[in-house]
């Protein structure tokens, strides 16, 4: 059996998924830093590839850089179609809410795009904003959903901005709010944006939510409220760009 | 190319030179990254080449001597405004410099800072002094397309001779009076400026120029329904482009001895990408020189354009005036309803443009349609709605970008071009 890897290099994080064909064999994650390719190089260290799927933002950088003899890239909404596809076959819609962008795709039977959203330019509503704010609240990003599930009141935050939606909560917390209270507003302007997008690509269930902020409880459970249908969740929902680069890779043969 | 001819005529235009000749710069590398490099181009776009490399040089330096001769410069932003006209009183009809982002700091001191970047470039290329085509009218006419443009003239008129001609919002017979009778004042303003009287005679002959020019492009554009695609899109942006500057006689010549060539390569099958290669149609605002952004980023990324619905493309060359009419009287008739046709985004409602995208997709045999919207474009930003409703009911995919002429969102919109180029695929 040929083995592929299906390798997402986004903004925050690396996934590699190692494929032979029939199932997942391994997978892998790193921290992208400001030096992606050598964190690629070390997360492949020790594998011996037959093919190499590239997706995310970062694909162009691996596409020539010698890490397998064979090297295709595919963009990150093709590779979230497909790992999609695989993982929840009867996903109708995926939502992906990354480092630094979010996209909402429409999908047809068998991973095909039918229409995808993707934020421009600015980073409102990602994993990035959430980051930020957990360190305005001097809280690690992993414990941030809980702590925000402990609010009581879902305060307003109107501003998308990371920068002003900041300001905002100082000035909450200013007034005396409850912090807890703050953070839920938070979550809550990341799945007002969320379910906007979504929105747009026609929203059919069910919906499967992938992506580093797949994590955070407080999003999952106000964005499972918005929508009025459970979301389909894989275990590790970072992995699912790097899966769909592999099963792309399985399929186009060696 | 930057002769010490050229450096003269510009100081006497009084440009700010070393950022003119920073602007040439920059675009002079983009031009060879964008268009050099492309393989498989015709002979018959060296010309293109040579006129662009010449836009602020030997095209001005043809401005300045007809200016000498007497005769007079009208620059202009937009379809709406009769060349025809300004051929018949004998001046030279340009469309001015708003493609590239260039002196914003200062435009955004006459207009809001969320103002489109083609408003903002107008602007900012006058005030930054860096528009040798703007330093040359004696006349520059703006239009009532849009409230950004409409107030953004009143600022400009401070710093330029302008007459701003009303284009009405609706094509009933109230409308069309109004538009008549613009286009009335447009033909009396060109007489007082350049003292020729516009008779029925010279009328007809700028008619035909004009119409000459246009059946050339549209010849052009007939031409790109070939699979494989002749020519890329790039190269038909760019001829459209120059349209709006060159002498239009010489132009319709080059372009029609480049269409003889690409029917030779039709023939032979031969394109510059491989037959098959997914199919677009792009969309929406216009692209000024230099503003290639998008189409660079299309067919860097696996697809050919075969069609430009946009002003500079086919809303500017779709419909010819009539060539009945034998009096002035009727020829001024037949440019009315002529230009009265064109499906700009200001009009309410327009269903022609939706008929119009539909067509070009079935003629052009596009896979998709990719709907380009300058940012604070809200004419176009609310049609791209209505035009990806009316393609989907059709089974035609369209991905709806805005954007603007700064280079911060390539990335991003490299990614949404490609997924959709997958998705057709």
């Known amino acids: 059996m040929p083995l592929v890897g299906g390798l997402d290099v986004g903004s925050r994080s690396i996934e590699l998924v190692l494929h032979d ?49 064979s090297v295709e890239t595919i963009t990150e909404i093709k590779a979230y179609g497909l790992g999609a596809a695989a993982l929840c076959p009867e996903a109708r819609t995926v939502l992906d809410v990354g480092g630094q962008d979010t996209k909402a795709i429409a999908l047809a039977a068998g991973g095909k795009i039918l229409k995808f959203e993707m934020n421009d330019r ?60 703050i953070a839920l507003g938070l979550h809550a302007s990341i799945v007002k944006r969320t379910t906007a997008m979504l929105a747009r690509v026609g929203l059919a269930s069910p919906v499967l939510f992938a992506g580093g902020v797949a994590n ?39 | 190319m930057t002769t010490n001819a050229h450096q003269a005529m510009w100081e006497q235009l009084n440009l700010d030179i070393p950022a003119h000749d920073g602007l040439l710069a920059v675009l002079g590398k983009f031009y060879g990254d964008i268009y050099l490099s492309q393989s498989g181009r015709l002979n018959g776009m060296e010309y293109l080449d040579f006129v662009l490399s010449e836009v602020h040089g030997l095209r001005i330096k043809e ?40 002196g914003f700091a200062e435009a955004e001191q006459l207009v809001p800072r969320n103002t489109c970047a083609l408003i903002k470039s107008f602007i900012g290329f006058k005030l930054a ?46 409308d069309r009076l109004l538009w008549k009778s613009e286009v009335l004042r447009y033909k009396q303003l060109l007489e007082e400026l350049t003292g020729n009287q516009i008779t029925a005679e010279k009328l007809q002959a700028a008619i035909q120029t004009v119409n000459a020019k246009r059946r050339a492009l549209q010849r052009l554009n007939a031409l790109r329904q070939a699979d494989p695609a002749p020519i890329s899109g790039r190269d038909a942006l760019l001829i459209n482009q120059v349209a709006f500057y060159d002498d239009p006689i010489r132009f319709t010549a080059s372009i029609n001895a480049l269409c003889d060539q690409i029917e030779e390569r039709v023939g032979k099958k031969e394109g510059v990408v491989p037959a098959g ?48 009419a034998a009096t002035l009287d009727e020829m001024i008739d037949a440019l009315v309803d002529r230009y009265l046709k064109i499906d700009c985004a200001c009009f309410t409602p327009n269903q022609e443009r939706q008929d119009n995208v539909r067509a070009m997709v079935s ?52 990614t949404r071009v490609e997924a959709f180029v997958e998705m057709i695929k």
């Open chain 2, 129 to 174: 002094r860096l528009c040798p085509f703007t330093e040359s009218c004696d006349l520059v006419i703006g239009e009532t397309t849009c409230d950004g443009k409409k107030k953004a003239y009143e600022a400009f008129a401070e710093h330029v001779p302008l007459e701003v001609l009303e284009v009405p919002q609706r094509k009933t017979a109230a």
């Open chain 1, 21 to 69: 064909g029939d199932r997942v064999v391994e997978q892998r994650k790193t921290a992208t830093t400001f030096d992606p390719l050598r964190q690629a190089r070390a997360l492949l260290a020790g594998v011996r590839l037959d093919r190499l799927v590239a997706t995310g933002y970062g694909r162009g950088l691996v596409e020539n850089a010698g890490l397998c003899a």
């Open chain 1, 122 to 181: 600015c980073a409102a509503g990602t994993g990035k904003f959430l980051e930020h704010l957990a360190t305005v609240f001097q809280i690690p990003l992993a414990e941030f959903g809980a702590y925000a599930l402990e609010g009581k009141e879902q305060l307003a935050i109107n501003s998308m901005c990371t920068v002003f939606a900041e300001t905002e909560a100082v000035s909450l917390m200013a007034r005396g709010r409850d912090p807890h209270d």
């Open chain 2, 363 to 414: 003629e052009l045999q596009a896979d998709g349609v990719i709907h380009y919207s300058l940012l604070f474009c809200q004419p176009y930003e609310h049609e791209a709605i209505k035009i990806e409703k009316t393609l989907s009911q059709h089974g035609t995919p369209m991905l709806s970008i805005a954007t603007d002429y700064s280079m911060e969102d390539v990335e991003q919109l490299k």
């Open chain 2, 277 to 324: 290669t997914p199919r677009l149609l792009l969309s929406g605002c216009p692209m000024a020189v230099p503003n290639w952004k998008l189409p660079y980023i299309v067919e860097s990324s696996g697809a050919v354009i075969v069609g430009e619905e946009s002003c500079i493309g086919s809303r500017n060359t779709r419909d010819l005036v009539s060539e009945e």
């Open chain 1, 216 to 254: 955070n409880p407080c999003v999952v459970r106000l964005l499972a409220a918005a929508l009025g249908t459970p979301l389909c969740i894989p275990e590790q929902p970072e992995m699912v760009g790097a899966h769909g680069a592999a099963v792309h890779g399985c399929r186009t043969g060696v």
């Open chain 2, 63 to 102: 401005l300045q001597d007809a200016k000498a001769s007497g005769r007079k410069i009208v620059g202009t932003f937009c379809v709406f405004v009769p060349e025809e006209l300004t051929l018949a009183a004998d001046a030279v009809h340009v469309g001015l410099c708003s493609g590239a982002e260039a």
